[in-house]
């Protein structure tokens, strides 16, 4: 049924809980997975840079320091993700299921559906953060994005 699984991977503790699902419906239907994580520069703790204004002189000099500590910054997170994906693709395809991955940057739901999209995906599977009410509303909800824009079905995984 399922051929084209597209894994969304976030830094969220349910990870290891999607990543099983996805392996075992890609054995189930004899799909290739693709992991994607989203990275963004609110996951990184990074904050923009400073607009504070003192001399020209002076702001261009901190700026400069601020940019290159922010790319520095941006490079050891996706490291870190790229590493971790291409830990769990070796993983999905020793267990017998094609896997590829990738990185990409932007905000997430619109990254994961525009990348569904183009990639043909079959289905989506994802976690969820638990957020409701009022933290749901001020925060948003990938999840809630995502199955309300997708252009292919979804599958929430709930933390157990």
């Not at 989203?38 to 990074?46: A, C, I, S, Y």
Request: hydrophobic share 40%.
């Amino acid at each position: 049924m399922y051929k084209k699984i597209l894994v969304a991977i976030d830094s969220s503790k349910i990870n290891q809980q999607v990543f099983d699902a996805a392996v075992d419906l890609g054995k189930q239907n004899n799909a290739t997975l693709m992991l994607l994580h989203v990275l963004t520069d609110e996951e990184m703790g990074l904050t923009e840079i400073a607009t504070q204004h003192i001399s020209a002189l002076e702001y261009h000099a901190a700026m400069v320091e601020q940019v290159e500590a922010y790319l520095k910054e941006k490079e050891l997170f996706r490291q870190k993700y790229l590493s971790l994906l291409e830990s769990w693709a070796k993983e999905a395809v020793d267990a017998g299921v094609p896997t590829e991955y990738t990185l990409n940057y932007g905000g997430p739901g619109r990254t994961i559906c525009d990348f569904a999209k183009s990639w043909d995906a079959d289905l989506i599977i994802m976690g969820r953060r638990g957020l409701s009410g009022f933290s749901e509303f001020i925060m948003g909800s990938i999840s809630n994005y995502v199955v309300h824009h997708s252009p292919c079905s979804v599958l929430i995984v709930q933390e157990k």
